[in-house]
Each structure stands twice: as structure tokens, then as C-alpha cells.
């Protein structure tokens, strides 16, 4: 199977290094329904520290909405999503995925048949950096049979020229701005459901403030969804996942590197983090996290 080269964005800044043995994504949909079939939904016994408790609450009452982001492509992700939505008796649950799977994922969640998936929504199943899982597959089953609501807010966008003079980073910057407010809308749009929505969305879109265009990092990031929202639903609060070492997928298998938040901690814990520089930020902990099995294969 060919590399494929990543979507704008895909991968966040580090802590990651490409692992350079390479393990190749399910590439059927026999080996993904088996995939599915196997995947262990036991609880992951999340703790949740007092403040982000309240926290997390407090942005639910005032806004409806808490963000969660993370790092497309952790096997862990969905059933995390699952028990915050337990923990906080949240009724909906909104995904970067593409609106144009909804056919496809209404058939999974009506009759449990992993269809094939072809034409327009291929590259959505089939390309491979990890937002779309067999664990997520899993969970939303789950997740739709207890009533909850299941949202799809990404989609096309469509980019304008270049403005004369426009350099190539600033226009990566407004395709990305675009986009991420085009989620802003669908987010908003989605009716209010009894405790509130989690948003799950890579943690570069998940942010509450533009980034820095002088960090080499982030200098194609526009003005990310989260800060669309805030500006819109003051309050609003965003969890970002930090990870301890392990591996992730995306485009291929990735090592996370351990960052030293998570290294004493013996399962995923939900923080208020109260560091000088980023006071009152929300940190889901996540040791050793494992690669998703992710749909991934070259389309023709």
C-alpha cells in the first residue's frame, strides 16, 4: 500500500515520531467488520479530578457545548468519548466527520452492516488518519441505541483563488479558517439536546484562541473551530488529551513520546491543569496510549 499524503492539519505539533516499521490499515471491509467485532468496550476507568468536574459542568449549563481534542488515531478516544458522556449525562455527541457518511453510518447504526463505501464517500472511510475507527464504530452503536444524538460537522469547503499577492501559507491559513468555521456552523446549527453536546475533534481544531502564526508549527493554522464557537457561545470550555508513550494511527503507525504529565498516572484522568502559562486549562490524561485499527487503503 502507497503512502498517502496527509490532509493539511492531520497531524498535530508533537510530541510523535514516525515509527518507520510501518503497519499497513485495515484495507477490507471484511477485515474492518472483524476488527469491529473484536474491539474491547471495558470500561478505561476514568477519574475526574474536583475542578474540571465543575469545569466541565459550568461550560455545559452556559453553552451546551464542551470540546474535546485529540489526537486523531488513539484506540482509547471513543470509549474516553463514552464515559465523559456517561460521567456528565451528556445527550449528544458531534464528530469531525464528514456530513456525506451519514447514509453510511445511519445503516451501521440501524442494522450493524459495515457497507462498503464507494464514490463520493470513500476517501471519508478509506483515508486513513485515524479520526474514523473501529472503535468509533463500536461506541456509536452503543452511543445511538441509548438515544443519544450523533452529529457529523465536517464537510466540502470551497476554497477561493489566491488573493493577488497571496502567499501560499496565507492562504493555507484562510482554507483552514474556512473550514473550521464551517464546523463552527454545523455545531451550532445542531439542536439543543437535555445535558449538552461533546465535540470531538482533533485538538488543532479544537482550540479557543487563533494560534500563533510565528510558531513554524502551527503558521498554516487559521482561526481554529473552538474559537469560532467561543466568540459565539461565551463560557464554553475544551478538553485537550494529552498522552503518555504508546503508538497512534494516522496515515501509518506513529510512537507518541511520553510527555511527563502522564508518566505516574496508572489510567486516564480528567484535570484542571493550573501551570503559570496556561492557567485553567483542561487536560484529559492518557498513558500508554495504542494505535486504532483505521480503515486505510489506496482508492483508485
Known amino acids: 500500500m502507497e503512502a498517502v499524503s496527509p490532509t493539511p492539519g492531520s497531524l498535530a505539533p508533537g510530541p510523535w ?4 516499521g510501518r503497519v499497513p490499515g485495515v484495507a477490507t471491509v471484511e477485515a474492518l467488520a472483524a476488527a469491529v467485532r473484536k474491539f474491547d468496550v471495558a470500561s478505561l476507568g476514568l477519574r475526574v479530578e ?29 470509549v474516553l468519548a463514552e464515559e465523559l458522556i456517561g460521567w456528565f449525562g451528556v445527550g449528544g455527541i458531534a464528530l469531525e466527520w464528514s456530513e456525506r457518511l451519514r447514509p453510511w453510518l445511519d445503516r451501521w447504526l440501524a442494522d450493524g452492516i459495515v457497507a462498503a463505501a464507494v464514490d463520493d464517500v470513500g476517501m471519508e472511510v478509506w483515508g486513513g488518519d485515524g479520526r474514523l475507527s473501529a472503535g468509533h464504530l463500536v461506541v456509536l452503536r452503543r452511543l445511538a441505541a441509548a438515544g443519544l444524538m ?66 513554524p508549527r502551527t503558521a498554516h493554522i487559521g482561526v481554529p473551530m473552538g474559537a469560532e464557537v467561543a466568540r459565539r457561545r461565551p463560557g464554553l470550555c475544551s478538553i485537550e488529551c494529552v498522552y503518555g508513550t504508546g503508538h497512534f494511527y494516522n496515515l501509518g503507525l506513529r510512537r507518541s513520546v511520553e510527555d511527563l504529565r502522564v508518566q505516574h498516572l496508572d489510567g486516564p484522568r480528567l484535570i484542571m491543569h493550573s501551570a503559570e502559562h496556561a492557567p485553567g486549562e483542561l487536560l484529559l490524561l492518557v498513558p500508554s496510549p495504542r494505535a486504532a485499527t483505521v480503515p486505510h487503503r489506496k482508492l483508485d
Request: hydrophobic share 40%; net charge negative; charged share 30%.
Open 150 to 215: 450523533i452529529t457529523l460537522i465536517d464537510g466540502a469547503t470551497d476554497l477561493e483563488p489566491p488573493a493577488p499577492g497571496e502567499t501560499a501559507e496565507a492562504m493555507q491559513r484562510r482554507w483552514w479558517s474556512d473550514r473550521d468555521a464551517a464546523m463552527a456552523d454545523r455545531v451550532l446549527a445542531a439542536p439543543d439536546m437535555p445535558g449538552g453536546r461533546l465535540v470531538v475533534a482533533g485538538s488543532l481544531h479544537t482550540r479557543l484562541e487563533p494560534l500563533p502564526v510565528t510558531d
Open 17 to 20: 515520531e514516525c515509527d518507520p
Open 50 to 78: 474536583p475542578e474540571a468536574d465543575w469545569a466541565v459542568r459550568e461550560s455545559l449549563r452556559r453553552t451546551g457545548l464542551v470540546l474535546l481534542g485529540e489526537r486523531h488515531g488513539v484506540e482509547q478516544t471513543p
